[in-house]
């Protein structure tokens, strides 16, 4: 990526951090107030977006895999086409020429984030699926003792 720069004459505009510690990394991502998600693969579900959304950032995602269930389209950040270079160059301009814009669709982000993807939610979500499983493990398990 460091060559890719410097072919591309953008090393002046790029600052590699390198590892860095979690702290420092939320630190540094805290500063983001538009966070690009360029996937091109069919990831079932994106915790970098969602993470990206309950800092309050817009986010910026391919329509790829669960990006689609995730960000709300022109409300949290832009679905963009994957592999689609224009496409993601044009939402992030305008979101970094429009700082409120990006603040805005951020804090929509957020509330969105904490409404469906907080950790309690995950958690519930998990509890309703087992109990579901037992209901029907146990529904089938009797019907199977009645035909026997």
């Given at each position: 990526?460091?060559?890719?720069?410097?072919?591309?004459?953008?090393?002046?505009?790029?600052?590699?951090?390198?590892?860095?510690?979690?702290?420092?990394?939320?630190?540094?991502?805290?500063?983001?107030?538009?966070?690009?998600?360029?996937?091109?693969?069919?990831?079932?579900?994106?915790?970098?977006?969602?993470?990206?959304?309950?800092?309050?950032?817009?986010?910026?995602?391919?329509?790829?895999?669960?990006?689609?269930?995730?960000?709300?389209?022109?409300?949290?950040?832009f679905?963009?086409?994957?592999?689609?270079?224009a496409?993601?160059?044009?939402?992030?301009?305008?979101?970094?020429?429009?700082?409120?814009?990006?603040?805005?669709?951020?804090?929509?982000?957020?509330?969105?984030?904490?409404?469906?993807?907080?950790?309690?939610?995950?958690?519930?979500?998990?509890?309703?699926?087992?109990?579901?499983?037992?209901v029907?493990?146990r529904?089938?398990?009797?019907?199977?003792?009645?035909?026997?």
């Amino acid at each position: 990526l460091q060559t890719l720069a410097i072919e591309l004459g953008a090393s002046h505009a790029v600052t590699w951090l390198g590892h860095l510690p979690v702290a420092e990394m939320e630190r540094q991502f805290a500063s983001a107030w538009v966070q690009v998600v360029p996937a091109q693969w069919e990831e079932p579900f994106g915790n970098v977006s969602t993470e990206a959304m309950m800092r309050g950032t817009a986010v910026i995602a391919c329509a790829v895999g669960g990006q689609p269930e995730i960000v709300s389209d022109r409300l949290t950040g832009f679905l963009v086409p994957p592999k689609d270079v224009a496409a993601i160059a044009a939402p992030l301009l305008q979101l970094l020429s429009d700082r409120k814009l990006a603040e805005k669709m951020g804090q929509a982000g957020r509330e969105r984030a904490l409404t469906h993807f907080s950790e309690a939610k995950r958690t519930d979500r998990f509890i309703e699926i087992y109990e579901q499983m037992l209901v029907n493990y146990r529904h089938s398990a009797h019907s199977v003792e009645v035909l026997t």
